[in-house]
């Protein structure tokens, strides 16, 4: 399924597409780019996705050594952009939306994966700004099934971008979509007529062409920023990963002179293999050049078992931490769930089974946290 909040719902197994070939992405129009007064030619563009896509961030290095190199942070523009005190919220709604451009649709995913993820980057020419953690709306082109003459409703998805896109602008964002496709549980075939509208939609558009897109909107995924030694716990699922791919740009990507991350990140991903692991290799050198500011752990669901012998979910990875979890939410930690939502009831039993083997009770403990505006939860 696509990370589409609200969307149309597809069911089983997706296919796995071979038609979206990787594209360059990245810097425009920057060259040479200075940290520090050295200077950095650059040779293409971004290591935005997992080691199955080709785009990369290449760079030859003057007068640095690589280790200097990979710490080094990459200048962000307009920095108009850190001056609004509210987030941007309902700029363009479904009756009046903004014509976007396509950039570019990459395949996120390996051979292996079950189904197809995609990473769309989306031209909005800076006037649909939005923070890390929000949703954009895109309306399909066509007409409502349900309602004859109507165009098709939005579909929201969470933005997979910091505010100052993939290329460091402020002029574009980022979807993470899986492509929606039905099987017939009958014949085993794929049903055309039942696909996701929008994921497929989206995943087979090309450079240049044009999409209705409305918000900003979302609250509840917003980074909180008041201290930048705060301890952040992220759980995603599949697409859910989204958003956090935006917060943890921010943190450790890019130069935001006012917002300077020296706290803790801790991400929990759930996927089905390695294959289809999202955006791999842009937090694996996260974790190697900052390993005292980022965690990552992977729950495998086909390939590694849990401590029971089933399937490893991310749940089992919570259970495996559970201690330090709880410790750092009694300290104040926020903690974030993205994904599909059938992924939180295993979650919740896991941390109620946690909390009772601790002595505590859960539904007291998650009264707290959502009061203290520590429990962040966006499910589809």
């Known amino acids: 399924m696509a990370h589409a909040l609200g969307g149309a719902q597809a069911s089983a197994s997706p296919s796995v597409g071979t038609d979206a070939s990787p594209r360059k992405t990245g810097f425009k129009d920057r060259n040479n780019l200075r940290f520090d007064n050295k200077l950095w030619i650059a040779l293409s ?78 031209d909005h020419g800076g006037n649909v700004p939005y923070w890390e953690g929000q949703s954009y709306g895109i309306i399909p082109p066509g007409e409502n099934p349900k309602k004859p003459g109507s165009p098709n409703n939005v579909r929201l998805y969470s933005i997979a971008s910091t505010r100052y896109g993939d290329s460091f602008d402020g002029k574009t964002a980022s979807l993470c979509v899986r492509r929606a496709v039905y099987y017939d549980p009958e014949t085993g075939k794929e049903d055309p007529s039942k696909n996701g509208i929008c994921s497929n939609f989206l995943c087979n558009s090309k450079p240049g062409d044009k999409i209705q897109l409305t918000g900003p909107s979302g609250k509840i995924m917003l980074l909180p920023e008041d201290d930048p030694n705060a301890t952040h716990i992220m759980i995603a699922t599949g697409t859910g990963v989204a958003p956090f791919r935006g917060y943890l740009r921010r943190m450790f990507m890019e130069a935001v002179a006012t917002y300077k991350f020296g706290g803790l990140a801790w991400l929990f991903l759930g996927v089905a293999n390695t294959d289809s692991l999202l955006y791999d290799e842009e937090f694996s050198s996260y974790r190697k050049d900052y390993p005292d500011n980022f965690r990552y752990d992977k729950a495998l669901s086909r390939e ?55 002595g505590e009770s859960w539904d ?10 520590q429990w962040h939860v966006e499910v589809y």
Do not use: W
Not at 60 to 82: D, N, T
Not at 364 to 373: F, H, M, Y
């Open 364 to 373: 007291a403990k998650l009264s707290q946290l959502r009061k203290n505006k």
């Open 304 to 358: 590694q078992k849990n401590k029971n012998g089933g399937k490893m979910y991310v749940q089992d990875k919570i259970e495996e931490y559970s201690d330090e979890i709880f410790k750092l939410l009694d300290g104040g930690a926020h903690i974030y769930f993205c994904g599909l939502r059938g992924m939180m009831p295993g979650i919740q039993d896991t941390l109620k089974r946690v909390a009772e083997q601790r």
């Open 45 to 122: 563009s971004v290591n935005l996705k997992s080691r199955h896509s080709s785009t990369k961030y290449q760079f030859k290095v003057m007068s640095m050594s690589v280790q200097q190199a990979v710490r080094s942070k990459i200048p962000v523009q307009p920095l108009e952009l850190e001056n609004a005190n509210e987030p941007p919220l309902n700029l363009y709604k479904p009756k009046e939306p903004y014509t976007a451009t396509i950039v570019s649709v990459e395949r996120l995913v390996g051979p292996k994966a079950p189904g197809e993820t995609c990473h769309i980057v989306i």
